[in-house]
């Protein structure tokens, strides 16, 4: 299984950016319980989740620092999952993970990430 990350960049406070995650070797269907996740890491802190949607997208949760600016989405028959972030703040300044977590057999999937760097 091999998850890419694809998006990051560097855009000013307010822009926007759309991250994508080509998944390989695992199939995004709506008939499992997988999680499709974003993380995200700043410099000299923890990695956190920001936001998660569930396979037949019935649940999505999102970290509050992220509601009503990002959207978290997966196209299942590309395989691909997306994370839209608008009104970006400094703040959101971070490498950015997708990952996959299968429900069985449990494992999971990490992305290499990619750089996410807002400027004000």
Not at 4 to 9: A, C, I, L, Q, Y
Not at 72 to 84: C, E, F, G, H, V
Request: contains cysteine.
């Amino acid at each position: 299984v091999q998850l890419v990350e694809s998006g990051g960049g560097l855009v000013q406070a307010g822009g926007s950016l759309r991250l994508s995650c080509v998944a390989t070797g695992i199939t995004f269907s709506i008939n499992t319980m997988n999680w499709y996740r974003w993380y995200r890491q700043a410099p000299g802190k923890q990695r956190e989740l920001v936001a998660a949607i569930i396979s037949g997208g019935a649940t999505i949760n999102y970290a509050d620092s992220v509601k009503g600016r990002f959207t978290i989405s997966r196209d299942n028959a590309k395989n691909t999952m997306y994370l839209q972030m608008n009104s970006l703040k400094s703040e959101d300044t971070a490498v950015y993970y997708c990952n996959v977590h299968q429900d069985w057999p449990q494992h999971d999937y990490w992305g290499q990430g990619t750089q996410v760097t807002v400027s004000s």
